[in-house]
């Protein structure tokens, strides 16, 4: 199959087999920062398939002045609430976006509801939490979902469809890069991501895992090995051992991954697959508000695939609740995220003892 034949219908939902529903998904926010504010909130409201109900932080007049500009939200909670049970009948599934250290016991609380859990990456800040996570849900029948908004990206899964249909030849490489100047887009120098308890880390924890897991699901495979570096310079990264980080993942067949992240650097984003006869990339490729743009190139011959942007938050949450509104089981699952989870924690144990470390 030719390039511009794989490029038609770029932003088709391969996954949607439903349209709009007279009974959408109805989500409880768990968090209302500014991500849940800006970027979710808005994403369910523009969606077809869900809608925002209910609303869950730890200050309740912050959750109910931000239920009052909403059409949609007919309950603001405080969490100990959440726990108690409260207004559980006025949501169908949870949206965790907490600190990384804080998801488990909202999934736990979700679980016993009987509601399905959408939550952030990553899915906790330890290995030992996110395997109680998987246990939690399975011993619930619980539908988890963690939020790899990569995976719903058009840009991302056109070029996996690109790969898979060989017009590179047999993948070799992947790089991958995410940088950004944290406290510039976050000015608070007290935030849960400088805070190593909360976070479980900082550069490779939070954006790191971004080309980690969009190389895992391109290749449709998990590393083997891993080699890493991280330091921390600045001062304002103290608490954390990664305001830099840098990385090698082994994957099956002597395919090797190279990434990069940082929390204060130049914001830069992008993922790409080099084969044996062509490469793919996506750059920009992981902010939601850049435009991503897709080159791939085979032989002498380059093509930049022209696209229509979309939402990658409106996609992720039309994913998932079609996925609950169809009875299909979504993917990235909790084993899917537990994996990530061993491998950055394999990056911090491989840059202090300057070992490879086997996953």
């Not at 504010?37 to 109910?64: F, I, W």
């Not at 909202?106 to 030992?128: N, Q």
């Not at 082994?250 to 830069?268: I, L, R």
């Not at 699952?333 to 950055?344: K, V």
């Amino acid at each position: 199959m030719d390039i511009e034949t794989l490029a038609d219908g770029f932003d088709r939902r391969d996954w949607q087999e439903v349209e709009a529903t007279d009974d959408p998904v109805r989500f409880a926010m768990i968090g209302v920062g500014w991500w849940t504010r800006e970027q979710a909130m808005p994403a369910v409201a523009n969606a077809e398939l869900c809608e925002t109900t209910v609303l869950v932080s730890g200050d309740s007049e912050k959750a109910e002045a931000v239920a009052a500009d909403s059409e949609t939200v007919e309950h603001a909670i405080t969490y100990d609430e959440f726990h108690d049970g409260e207004a559980s009948d006025a949501y169908d599934a949870v949206y965790v976006v907490t600190p990384n250290a804080l998801h488990l016991p909202f999934v736990e609380t979700a679980a016993e509801l009987g509601k399905a859990i959408l939550c952030e990456k990553p899915m906790e800040a330890t290995v030992e939490r996110a395997e109680r996570m998987v246990e939690v849900v399975d011993e619930h029948d619980a539908t988890l979902m963690i939020a790899y908004r990569m995976q719903t990206e058009p840009a991302v899964r056109r070029a996996k469809e690109f790969i898979d249909d060989g017009l590179i030849g047999e993948p070799v490489f992947v790089n991958g890069n995410m940088t950004e100047p944290i406290l510039e887009l976050v000015p608070d120098p007290d935030q849960w991501r400088l805070d190593g308890e909360l976070s479980g880390g900082c550069a490779v924890m939070d954006i790191g895992l971004y080309p980690l897991n969009t190389a895992r699901f391109l290749l449709d495979a998990d590393p083997e090995r891993v080699r890493g570096t991280v330091a921390s310079v600045d001062e304002a990264f103290d608490d954390v051992p990664d305001e830099h980080g840098a990385f090698q993942l082994d994957f099956p067949g002597h395919v090797y991954a190279v990434c990069t992240a940082s929390q204060n650097a130049h914001m830069a984003s992008h993922i790409e697959v080099l084969g044996t006869e062509g490469r793919v990339r996506v750059e920009p490729a992981f902010y939601p508000w850049d435009d991503r743009a897709l080159t791939i190139e085979r032989g002498d011959t380059s093509f930049d695939v022209s696209f229509e942007q979309i939402d990658q938050m409106e996609e992720e949450f039309e994913y998932f609740s079609h996925c609950l509104l169809t009875g299909e089981e979504p993917h990235p699952d909790g084993e899917h995220g537990l994996t990530d989870i061993r491998a950055i924690k394999a990056v911090y144990e491989a840059s202090e003892t300057g070992e490879t470390v086997e996953l």
